[in-house]
């Protein structure tokens, strides 16, 4: 019920390329849905985030999408540069998880020159 | 201004001792958040303190306690280590319990590897 499923593990785009993590989840009650981009040796940092009150919310490059009725977001980075190379994790909270992030499992993403 | 800092950077102890790992939060959040990162994977909520309590507790044995003092900065104590216990150890402050409007900062971790 508290599941937060990433996919896919890694992913490899090249520079000015779309990159896109999907992420799918079991608890209705969630309703902040945040992305994490984490390099080596450092804390995760927040990207983006939406509430299921909008299908889509963009800062930059980056895009959440977000399908209420089928439990799933995704989020996308349009021109992809090397420099976005990292691990992301989607997260979801809400509900009985008030305050209390639930992470997905990562997504390495290498952007190639 | 400064983010979270956490110490040590990286640690190394025996199986069965036990270990303090320290965390400051983000000047302005009154809340801290532990979460254990093990290689390859995602944050696994661990506790969250506020006004010196704690407040939600994910799925970690007893084995694991914490403590927040009065200037809101945080310890995580664990007691008889085990080799499971390896891992990166998050500290994530924020403004109020839930930290989703502004989002909660993350420090860079505490390295435990358990030999």
């Known amino acids: 019920q508290q599941q937060v499923k990433q996919s896919p593990q890694s992913l490899i785009v090249q520079k000015g390329g779309i990159s896109i993590i999907n992420c799918a989840y079991e608890n209705t009650a969630f309703d902040y849905f945040p992305w994490y981009q984490q390099f080596p040796g450092k804390g995760p940092a927040l990207l983006i985030a939406i509430r299921p009150d909008v299908s889509e919310k963009k800062e930059g490059r980056f895009t959440i999408s977000f399908n209420k009725s089928a439990k799933q977001f995704s989020l996308h980075i349009m021109d992809s540069q090397p420099g976005d190379s990292a691990t992301y994790f989607c997260a979801a909270s809400g509900g009985t998880s008030y305050g209390k992030l639930t992470f997905g499992q990562g997504t390495i993403l290498t952007v190639h020159p | 201004d400064a983010g979270v800092t956490q110490s040590p950077t990286h640690l190394i102890k025996t199986r069965g001792q036990q270990v303090t790992l320290r965390c400051s939060p983000k000047s302005g959040h009154d809340t801290v958040s532990w979460y254990q990162q093990a290689l390859g994977q995602g944050p696994q909520f661990i506790f969250q303190?506020?006004?010196?309590?704690?407040?939600q507790r994910g799925n970690f044995p007893d084995r694991f306690s914490g403590h927040q003092f009065p200037n809101y900065s945080s310890e995580l104590n664990v007691n008889a280590l085990l080799l499971g216990d390896s891992a990166l150890y998050l500290c994530a402050s924020s403004h109020g319990l839930t930290g989703d409007d502004y989002g909660y900062t993350f420090g860079s971790g505490t390295r435990l590897t358990v030999v």
């Open positions: 303190y506020y006004e010196e309590e704690e407040r």
